[in-house]
T-cell receptor, first 116, second 115 residues
Framework: SAVISQKPSRDICQRGTSLTIQCQVD?????MFWYRQQPGQSLTLIAT?????????ESGFVIDKFPISRPNLTFSTLTVSNMSPEDSSIYLC?????????????FGPGTRLTVT | AQSVTQPDIHITVSEGASLELRCNYS??????LFWYVQSPGQGLQLLLK??????LVQGIKGFEAEFKRSQSSFNLRKPSVHWSDAAEYFC?????????????FGQGTELSVKP
């Protein structure tokens, strides 16, 4: 299994500012995913990030609001731009692995963002 | 469209009682199915998964789940609940056929355990 760390673990930001969240994996992985979990809600995929190519965004998420970088096979960043209180959420990164003959996803601990 | 439904938003059971959390999915191909648990302030931990083979899957912490294709269900069970099982439980379907492996999550079921 993969061990994933995220920085920061939590932050409180003012509206109109931007925050960059880092995701570090302890092994090389092809695909990384960024999810959002709004308060009291389930997880929704923001985008899929492959190393060396542009991230693929899900419906309702755009690159200008959530730019993603994937400079190598162990690291990715998600930026939440021009924040509003509606962006207050937990942001989680995950990676895909092959374990016991099938795929599974490993999740980081999440970044809890509060926008005031 | 692919979707996952967890009909029960909140369930309360007594410690030592049995537990069943329901999950129904909609997906055209053979699904990868997962159950994750999220404790307060914690990340997501994988409890178990199903892709093929035996439809009764054993997981960690004494949990099991049964895949029923005819009912499009993947219900999670535990014979005797412990107070430490109180958490949020998410069912998910993994889209691995031309969709890059993303997960579609259900709405979650919050489990409370009475002493």
């Amino acid at each position: 299994s993969a061990v994933i760390s995220q920085k920061p673990s939590r932050d409180i930001c003012q509206r109109g500012t931007s925050l960059t969240i880092q995701c570090q994996v302890d092994s090389q992985v092809t695909m990384m995913f960024w999810y959002r979990q709004q308060p009291g809600q389930s997880l929704t995929l923001i985008a899929t990030a492959n190393q060396g190519s542009e991230a693929t965004y899900e419906s309702g998420f755009v690159i200008d609001k959530f730019p993603i970088s994937r400079p190598n096979l162990t690291f990715s960043t998600l930026t939440v731009s021009n924040m509003s209180p509606e962006d207050s959420s937990i942001y989680l990164c995950s990676v895909e692995g092959w374990t016991s003959g099938s795929y599974e996803q490993y999740f980081g601990p999440g970044t809890r963002l509060t926008v005031t | 469209a692919q979707s996952v439904t967890q009909p029960d938003i909140h369930i309360t059971v007594s410690e030592g009682a049995s537990l069943e959390l329901r999950c129904n999915y909609s997906y055209g191909a053979t699904p990868y199915l997962f159950w994750y648990v999220q404790s307060p302030g914690q990340g997501l931990q994988l409890l178990l998964k199903y892709f093929s083979g035996d439809t009764l899957v054993q997981g960690i912490k004494g949990f099991e789940a049964e895949f029923k294709r005819s009912q499009s269900s993947f219900n999670l069970r535990k014979p005797s609940v412990h107070w430490s099982d109180a958490a949020e439980y998410f069912c998910a379907v993994g889209l691995y056929y031309n969709q890059g492996g993303k997960l579609i999550f259900g709405q979650g079921t919050e489990l409370s355990v009475k002493p």
